[in-house]
């Protein structure tokens, strides 16, 4: 007798909060801990495996003062005088006090037997999937039988008590947003936070010399920044959530929707309606407007010409070794268009 085959889902609670990972240079991260004792370090694993990645500097609790530290969505800014909130050891009894929290008779959890990845048919994959967890909220008293609702989040620097915080803004489906990284939670519907985010009174971007606190890890003063997001497209990302939240497909999955229109029938029409999506896009999302290989360097060869490739990270390696240089085929625009 051949069985039918089924599955089931689980929701596993956790808690998040900002930490380091140091993969050549130092990226801010959020470190995901949950309920089964798993924490996610870009890699999930289990709790002795964390620990190995504080020993081995993947993960880090500080990093050297003048050092870069980059913020994804934000951009890479100079530390100096810092203040650290935890050492090596420290965090470690934090993520074990979260595990305890969640998780008070400490049962089943997770154990990845030394392993953060597994091999299957000849392709290492992931030994535990991440799947992209998400903010979650819920006004009831959290017990299994509760169900919140997701969200989605973002970054930005919230002007209080006369520094800057790097704080978590959490959107959710049904208008509200928490924020969360300058003392306690903050509640706000999306109207009064859009216009707080769109007031540099509320929200900006530090400038040297300026204090910054990240709560949990580190205050410091603002260095120079190696490059950072335009304050009106940090704005622009927050009303594309805002639409993806509500079920909308978001920006960039129109711009490759009218990329792919484009493959199939080079005409004026579909030229127009590229190059409007992608130029929808706030800027600093634009790479993501392709496959980690190319990027957005078919698009742009395409709106703004050949030349582009010289953009391409590939051409200017291979380039700068003496290497043949590689090459994108593109379909010719329509005669039409100049």
């Known amino acids: 007798m051949k069985l039918a085959s089924i599955c089931r889902t689980k929701e596993i609670r956790g808690y998040e909060f900002p930490g380091i990972i140091h993969n050549s240079s130092y990226f801010l991260t959020e470190l995901q801990v949950f309920a089964d004792g ?8 289990d709790l002795p495996m964390f620990e190995a ?5 993947w993960v880090v609790t500080s990093i050297p003062s003048g050092a870069a530290l980059s913020i994804h969505g934000i951009g890479s800014v100079a530390v100096t005088e810092p203040n650290w909130a935890h050492t090596p050891k420290t965090i470690v009894k934090f993520v074990k006090d979260i595990v305890l929290a969640l998780n008070p ?3 089943n959890l997770y154990d990845c037997h030394g392993r953060d990845t597994e091999e299957i048919n000849g392709v290492r994959y992931a030994a535990v999937n991440t799947d992209n967890p998400r903010p979650w909220k819920t ?15 973002l970054r930005h620097f919230q002007v209080r008590d006369a520094a800057l915080h790097l704080v978590t803004i959490q959107l959710f489906k049904d ?3 928490l924020i969360f990284g300058a003392k306690e939670p903050q509640s706000f519907d999306y109207d009064r936070l859009i216009k707080q985010i769109e007031n540099s009174d509320g929200f900006r971007l530090p400038n040297p010399g300026e204090l910054v ?12 920044w ?5 304050p009106n497209e940090l704005a622009a990302e927050f009303h594309d959530l805002h639409s993806r939240v509500h079920g909308g497909p978001g920006a960039i999955q129109e711009c490759m929707r009218a990329y792919r229109h484009y493959l199939a029938e080079q005409t004026s029409e579909t030229l127009k309606a590229l190059r409007e999506k992608y130029e929808a896009v706030p800027a600093h999302l634009r790479i993501y407007c392709g496959d980690m290989d190319v990027k957005d360097i078919p698009i742009r060869m395409i709106l703004y010409g050949k030349g582009e490739i010289e953009n391409w990270s590939h051409y ?20 039409e268009i100049p």
């Open 38 to 45: 798993l924490v996610n370090c870009w890699e999930m694993v």
């Open 53 to 57: 990645k504080l020993r081995n500097g």
């Open 105 to 107: 008779r400490l049962q």
């Open 139 to 153: 006004n009831q008293p959290i017990s299994p039988l509760v169900h919140g609702m997701f969200g989605a989040s």
């Open 175 to 177: 208008d509200s947003a």
């Open 213 to 224: 606190v990240i709560e949990g890890l580190v205050n410091f003063k603002a260095g120079h």
């Open 226 to 230: 190696g490059y950072r997001v335009e």
């Open 316 to 335: 200017q390696a291979s380039k700068q070794l003496g290497e043949k240089l590689p090459s994108i085929d593109i379909p010719e625009p329509p005669n």
